[in-house]
């Protein structure tokens, strides 16, 4: 029998209803002949609720105890849609990250699957059960509780479809995904498909839309991920390996991003080992570091900006802080009102001048631009929050997004 790993997010899952709901579909797809796997998120905003209530207590929470918290919140989410579905005569029985072995390595509150143990899933299966699994959550090698970093179900789903051998049905609130933020760009396309390295960059460039390590794990495993709304009953996106029925504009979407915070280090020695030295500490905080740009040395100094998740932006600083002894030169400045623009399209491998466009629509329409980055197939562009609405309608019809 085929079988199906399905995801449902938050607002799926948000109330009694809604879960009763979801219970009722599940309870068709079982009967119409499919081994199911449903990973759940925890209700509506339960992990935001369970993160602000540690921050009430201090700015500092341990990452552990933030992870034992914020696993709670899908544990209550599984466990109803069990009963949900045992109610409707469907069996049913649901499993936190360690109860099926799903083994994670890495940092508290970012950690990384690295295997999963499937044998409860098939005895379940055989025993004709719907495998009801907590998404977000593992347990690393101590055996303590880990979290995958926030929105990681996704990620949960498709590592669990990667080794089911499975296909992916991720079930959220949009019905699909959009060449641009449709709460942003209401005129925004819906896309039939993207290919998994264009999807990659939209999400690590905080479209919101998938975890970006779901993506990652998608494309290594050659996992086609299909994203819908939760009413199963719209044909939804498709995310896949590039064929060649799939367009190939310049742009395929544009991504934006308001998360990010950006510090610049003035006053740094023009010395390769200090400017090592301060990234690495930074490094070892595990914040992840994106947009780096350094100006050209004067009298031996440089400076150098580069953005970073707002939420690490307090630890990062306190990193810096203990560098303002060693470099009496040394100073920072920290901005939280940013907004990253990323466009993305494959097609930029292949066509040139697509940075220069940006740049001349960006111009066309004043919209001064601080830090700029590329790779093969993104470019992304540093404005003011103020100016992003006339930056996305600019773009979207330049590009026809
Ligand atoms: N509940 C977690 C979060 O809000 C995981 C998820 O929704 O994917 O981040
Ligand atoms: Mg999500």
Redesign the pocket.
Known sequence: MAVIVQKY??TSVESIEKIKKIAEQIAKRKKSGNDIVVVV??MGK???NLVRMAYDITIDPHKRELDVL?AT??QVSMSLLSIALNSLGIEAVSYAGHQLGIKTEGSHTKSRITDINDEKIHKDHRNGKVVIVA??QGVNEDNEITTLG?????TTAVALAAKLQAQCEIYTDVDGIYTIDPRLYPRARKLDFISYDEMLEMASSGAGVM?PRSIELAEKYKVPVLLALNTGDIPGSLIKEIDNTMENPAITGLAVNNDQAIITLNGIPHDIRVIADIFQSIANKDINIDMISQTFPVNRLVSISFTLPKADLYHALKVLDTFKDKIFTFSYDAFEDITKLSVVGLGMNTQSGVAAKVFNLLADNDIPVSIVTTSEIKISYIINPNDQRKAIEAIAKEFDL
Request: aromatic share 6%; net charge negative.
């Open positions: 997010g938050g998120s925890a339960t992990t935001d914020m919140g899908e998404g977000f926030r929105g990681g179900s996704d975890h």
